[in-house]
């Protein structure tokens, strides 16, 4: 694989994977988390496969607080949840 390709790991599976083959989750300055489809978003980010999986495990394992270093209360896994399901296919 040529070195320039940036990889991030999933929160989810933890594999590492091309950051364009991820979505990134954003957690804005003011503590807003949501997905960041174009990876613009300021705030702490982590990536987490299109992949409701993924997002589920991320969940069970508490992978994405430990990014974010905060609770990530039932709402915002649905919104997250909900946010998956609408990927635009040509996001990624
Ligand atoms: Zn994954």
Same mark, same amino acid.
């Given at each position: 694989?040529?070195?320039?390709?940036?990889?991030? $790991? +999933?929160? #989810? +599976?933890?594999?590492? &994977?091309?950051? @364009?083959?991820?979505?990134?989750?954003?957690? /804005?300055?003011?503590?807003?988390? /949501?997905?960041?489809?174009?990876? &613009?978003?300021?705030?702490?980010?982590?990536?987490? +496969?299109?992949?409701?999986? +993924?997002?589920?495990?991320?969940? @069970? /394992?508490? #992978?994405?607080?430990?990014?974010? /270093? !905060?609770?990530?209360?039932?709402?915002?896994?649905? !919104?997250?949840?909900? $946010?998956?399901?609408?990927?635009?296919?040509?996001? $990624?």
């Amino acid at each position: 694989m040529p070195k320039k390709i940036p990889m991030r $790991q +999933c929160v #989810g +599976c933890r594999e590492m &994977k091309p950051k @364009k083959e991820l979505i990134r989750v954003v957690r /804005s300055p003011e503590g807003v988390v /949501s997905l960041d489809f174009k990876g &613009k978003l300021p705030g702490r980010g982590a990536y987490v +496969c299109p992949d409701p999986a +993924c997002l589920a495990k991320a969940r @069970k /394992s508490k #992978g994405l607080e430990r990014a974010f /270093s !905060a609770p990530l209360p039932n709402e915002v896994w649905e !919104a997250l949840e909900a $946010q998956m399901k609408e990927v635009p296919p040509d996001a $990624q």
